[in-house]
């Protein structure tokens, strides 16, 4: 179907150098990301448009914050965990980091493996970062168990503004459902490679598309950006 | 011999990617309603955006009847007012002018102009539309409920929005409206991935960005703004169902209602409208950039001429859309945000004149000694330009943070965003289907009724709107439900709503004709053949119309020139296909 290209180089144009040659490359035929997957495009161009969602929810958190009439309640008291007699403040947070932080390490070995076709290991540890995953809602449903004990309502908390509570809630929410589709994903992919999908390029139930390995690190590149989220909130919400 | 210029070069590089595999439909269902295909996608997209856009039309038919003749009509009472104007306005933008646009012409042209078999993601492309469709019955839902659909203005300010004095403000009104927005995005969400993946890497061999159609760079643009400004839409509406639902404070400050403090307190409504309109000002260039585009082709291939600066135009599309993600509080002069902030904002917006006189003066200079054939699509064309430029100019008024305060929530704000934004891309929309119809149904729309459509939705637009300036300038407010004898509403200007009025239902009723043309014309238009328009872009270039499953047959084609070669010195015809290549070459190598 693909007649060999009709290229003659001592006939076709010079390439323009420098800046011009920047654009021409980026603007020359069928792709203009050589090397770079249709899945794999979409994903990037889909996390470019949910940093955005992201960055609208964190924009309007600050301007509640920085606009309210009532204090701000303080972070590291209440987030603190009272534990062998004493406060101390941020551990439950800090763990939770590390635990994500940890799962975007054992989602980078998954796509290293998963592109040298090992099918036990990269399907071990898609099933580990989905494990580390789970364990951060877990342990983010506690985080939200507590608060609401404590008395904190998304319209009204004892220990300062009201927006205190709802752009907690919001906005660990929406972070915590990403993760959770993120788990999803991730066990339903590794099912596929422990079965050998992507060797066989067994064909999508939906798409009928052929299956193939890259889709572990489209997968992985969805897992870092909710990480990479994470930090921001980190920041954002309990170092303030 | 054809003398072609030695610049077009011939050699187009290999395929990258091998030719997709596309899902064949097994049944009919699969064929025709849960369809994979772009095309029938996009039939789908613009019918829903259609049926949905005459129920529009009808409530703006209602608020004329109520300012035209107040007190005749009793079925229409201030809440219902308030709930036409809100649906009217809403409907409007979004489930007509954004879907038409984008899920309608977009599905339909991006894989045919770039020379693909379909979208890169057709299952996502399908749960668009359904999630469109969903999101359309959620907003009609809005009228069968307790209460009826929300009256807050379409722009839905807090803290009114989700007050009880507002219709739907303590009911389901808002509650769906802000549902449906949701779910609107994210279907919109999958089918603009799949739109901006298809023109980065879905292209054909030899077709480059700087050959594609200007159509395609509309849409594209548009799309990947509205990827970018939805999202602040959505955050917007979900913050506002927390306050409505959970009685969260986000945007509710502390509030008495009824004599009665309210639980709400602390939240800013100004944040409100800083996130609507970090959406909606860049949807004004979501709407507008996919018709300037698809206008620029219509003014090149029914004027037969080559459009005058390609390359400028695509710059200017581009800076347009960037610039737009930084004007959005000029339509916030008046909210009390700090005043500083006008100046900066005012700065921006007029800059964004620079590009958009470049667009206006190059689709003059193509149609300059142009070939000019008076078409459907070029009397469409011509009317756009026309529009833009006068609603153009009055927003150079309001764009000015003085003129604009005392013009503020007049009939004159009214009058220029119709014009800009509501007159002018319906005028391309239409010139697009009177092009387009024989490409997707392989007949002609009805010349006769098409030109009574055309006079009197042009003439009749102007005579609603220019009177409509003239009532904003005399000081007329908009969102009125009426005026009564008011100093700005002396009997003269009580004349001219009813003369508005009944141009409102002249210019609707040539709609129906419109519609009826499209039907009409399905069985007994003339028989248009693959390329009726003597077009050089791809899509009408396909071996069969209407264009089968997978668009191409066997061979997928290959580009070899821009897309505006039309009337080059010394060639056989006044158009060149962008697939044909240059027949000196073509010539040598069947020799050898």
């Known amino acids: 179907m693909h007649e060999s290209a009709k290229t003659t180089p001592s006939t076709s144009l010079p390439r323009p150098s420098g800046l011009s040659g920047f654009a021409s490359d980026w603007a020359s035929d069928q792709r203009t990301f050589k090397n770079v997957s249709w899945g794999k495009a979409m994903m990037w161009i889909f996390l470019l448009s949910d940093t955005f969602v992201f960055g609208c929810f964190l924009l309007a958190y600050m301007t509640a914050r920085m606009s309210t009439t009532v204090p701000w309640p303080n972070p590291s008291e209440v987030f603190a965990l009272h534990i062998g007699g004493q406060d101390v403040p941020l551990i439950l947070i800090a763990i939770m980091t590390f635990v994500l932080i940890s799962s975007s390490g054992t989602m980078a070995m998954a796509v290293n493996y998963g592109y040298r076709r090992d099918r036990r290991k990269t399907a071990i540890l898609m099933l580990l970062t989905a494990l580390f995953g789970a364990t951060f809602v877990g342990m983010q449903a506690f985080e939200w168990t507590k608060l609401i004990m404590e008395g904190v309502r998304p319209w009204e908390n004892p220990f300062g503004a009201a927006q205190f509570g709802s752009t907690f809630f919001m906005i660990t929410g929406f972070h915590g459902t990403h993760v959770t589709i993120g788990v999803i994903f991730l066990i339903i992919i590794a099912r596929k490679v422990w079965r050998g999908d992507f060797d066989t390029e067994k064909r999508g139930f939906f798409t009928s598309r052929k299956g193939n390995y890259e889709i572990v690190e489209i997968t992985g590149l969805y897992w870092h950006f909710v990480d990479l989220v994470w930090v921001f909130i980190f920041a954002f919400f309990y170092l303030w | ?592």
Do not use: C
Not at chain 2, 497 to 514: C, D, K, P, S
């Open chain 2, 1 to 592: 011999m054809v003398n072609i210029p030695s610049s077009i070069d011939d050699t187009v590089p290999a395929a990258e990617v091998e030719d997709v595999e596309l899902y064949h439909p097994h049944s009919w269902w699969t064929t025709y309603v849960f369809s994979q295909d772009a095309k029938v996608i996009a039939i789908q997209y613009s019918m829903t955006a259609l049926a949905i856009g005459l129920v529009a039309l009808v409530l703006s038919w209602l608020m004329r009847l109520q300012l035209g003749f107040p007190g005749y009509f009793t079925f229409i009472d201030a809440e219902r007012y308030y709930q036409f104007i809100t649906m009217h306005g809403m409907i409007m933008v979004i489930y007509l002018l954004t879907a038409l646009f984008l899920g309608g012409f977009g599905n339909y042209l991006i894989p045919l102009m770039l020379g693909a078999r379909d979208m890169v993601f057709p299952y996502a492309n399908m749960l668009s539309y359904w999630l469109y469709l969903l999101a359309v019955l959620v907003l009609v839902a809005g009228f069968f409920v307790p209460g009826g659909p929300t009256g807050a203005g379409w722009t839905l300010y807090p803290p009114q929005a989700v007050l009880s004095g507002t219709p739907g403000g303590q009911d389901w009104g808002i509650i769906l409206m802000l549902t449906s927005l949701i779910l609107f995005i994210i279907g919109f969400t999958m089918g603009g991935l799949n739109y901006v993946v298809t023109v980065l890497q879905g292209r054909a061999r030899g077709m480059t960005l700087m050959r594609m159609p200007l159509t395609i760079w509309g849409i594209f643009t548009a799309t990947v703004m509205a990827l970018l400004a939805f999202p602040a839409l959505f955050v917007a509406s979900v913050m506002m169902l927390f306050d409505r639902l959970l009685g969260t404070s986000f945007f509710m400050p502390a509030i008495v209602e009824m004599g009665e403090q309210l639980q709400h307190g602390g939240g800013s409504p100004i944040l409100f409208q800083h996130l609507f309109w970090f959406f909606g000002h860049p949807e004004v260039y979501i709407v507008a950039l996919p018709a300037f585009g698809i206008v620029s082709d219509l003014i090149s291939t029914h004027a037969r001429k080559n459009i005058f600066g390609y390359r400028m135009m695509v710059w200017a599309i581009v800076i347009i859309g960037a610039l737009s993600f930084i004007v959005w509080a000029h339509h916030m002069y008046v909210s009390g945000m700090n005043p500083n902030f006008g100046f900066f904002f005012a700065t921006t917006t007029l800059i964004i004149a620079v590009p958009t006189a470049i667009k206006v003066y190059n689709w003059v200079l193509t149609l300059w000694r142009g070939d000019i054939h008076l078409t459907l699509p070029m009397l469409f064309a011509l009317g756009f330009i026309v529009t833009f430029v006068n609603g153009g100019l009055t927003g150079l008024f309001l764009g000015n943070v003085v003129v604009d305060v005392p013009l503020s929530d007049t009939m004159f704000v009214v009058a220029h965003f119709h014009m800009v934004m509501g007159v002018a891309p319906i005028m391309v929309i239409f010139g697009a289907i009177y092009h387009w119809y024989p490409k997707i149904t392989g007949r002609m729309l009805n010349e006769i009724m098409g030109r009574i459509h055309f006079w009197v939705t042009f003439l009749g637009a102007y005579l609603i709107f220019f009177p409509m300036h003239y009532l904003g300038l005399l000081g007329a407010p908009r969102r009125y439900y009426e005026l009564g004898e008011s100093a700005v509403n002396p009997p003269s200007a009580h004349d001219l709503n009813v003369f508005i009025t009944l141009m409102a239902l002249t210019v609707g009723a040539a709609q129906m004709l419109f519609l009826f043309n499209l039907i009409w014309s399905l069985r007994n238009g003339k028989e248009a053949g693959g390329n009726p328009w003597r077009a050089t872009t791809l899509e009408w270039q396909t071996p069969t119309t209407p264009p089968p499953h997978g668009n191409w047959g066997k061979e997928l084609p290959v580009v070899y020139r821009w897309a505006y070669d039309y009337s080059v010195p010394g060639a056989p015809e006044d158009f060149i296909p962008q697939n044909q290549p240059n027949s000196n070459r073509l010539s040598m190598e069947n020799a050898s």
